[in-house]
Every structure is written in structure tokens, then in C-alpha cells.
């Protein structure tokens, strides 16, 4: 099992800027791929970046690719969401999960590449 908390959410301008949090605990060990997720209201969860174990990889979706940045402290269990030039069809609620599969084909980016999710944390933008 591997729990995950999301933190760092919160009201801000667009052109701002926030950096999200997400604490693992438990079967922090076999975690690979770390992900992030947004889902808007009446919109499914979509893919916004992965960071592989050894944080020396990460794939953007096109949406955040140059504004947003994900990154990793192994040694905190923390992976990071770094925002910034935020605009309002940024906001929604983003999650964290985590990928226990050690070797794919292809980059984790759907859903059902993720083994555990953490509760979310809210971002709105405001324009």
C-alpha cells in the first residue's frame, strides 16, 4: 500500500504562480513512475506530467509543457508540482499517483497506469 497527500492548492491570478506537494508513505519503495492528474468540473482526469524514479526523466503534457515542472526528493518521499504562468483553464483539482510497475513500454500517461491516488488539492485561477 502507498498512501499519497496532496498539498499546496489554493486561489490565485493568472500569471501566477504555485507549487504543489505530494508526501508518499508506506510502500514508498516500489513507487517508479510518480504522475500528475487535473479533472475540472464535467471534465474527465487528464495527464500533466510523470517523473521516473530517478527523477532523471519527466514527460509534459503539451497543455503545461514550458510553464509547469515536476520533480522529486526521494529521500522526503515528495514529489513536487512547480507552476507557474498559471491561466484559469489551469484550475482544477490536481492528484498525485503513483505507478508500481517497474518497466513499461511507454510513458505511464492514463489513469489506469496508476496503482494509487491521493485525495487531491484544489487550484483556481482567477483572471
Known amino acids: 500500500q502507498v498512501q499519497l497527500v496532496e498539498s499546496g492548492g489554493g486561489l490565485v491570478q493568472a500569471g501566477g504562480s504555485l507549487r504543489l506537494s505530494c508526501a508518499a508513505s508506506?510502500?514508498?519503495?516500489?513507487?517508479?513512475?510518480m504522475g500528475w492528474f487535473r479533472q475540472a468540473p464535467g471534465k474527465e482526469r487528464e495527464f500533466v506530467a510523470t517523473?521516473?524514479?530517478?527523477?532523471?526523466?519527466?514527460y509534459y503534457a503539451d497543455s503545461v509543457k514550458g510553464r509547469f515542472t515536476i520533480s522529486r526528493d526521494n529521500a522526503k518521499n515528495t514529489v513536487y508540482l512547480q507552476m507557474n504562468s498559471l491561466k484559469p483553464e489551469d484550475t482544477a483539482v490536481y492528484y498525485c499517483?503513483?505507478?508500481?510497475?517497474?518497466?513499461?513500454?511507454?510513458?505511464?500517461?492514463?489513469?489506469?497506469?496508476?496503482?494509487?491516488w491521493g485525495q487531491g488539492t484544489q487550484v483556481t485561477v482567477s483572471s
Open positions: 499517483a503513483a505507478d508500481l510497475t517497474l518497466w513499461r513500454e511507454k510513458i505511464p500517461t492514463t489513469v489506469s497506469d496508476y496503482d494509487y
Open positions: 508506506g510502500r514508498t519503495r516500489s513507487t517508479y513512475h
Open positions: 517523473i521516473n524514479r530517478s527523477g532523471l526523466s519527466t
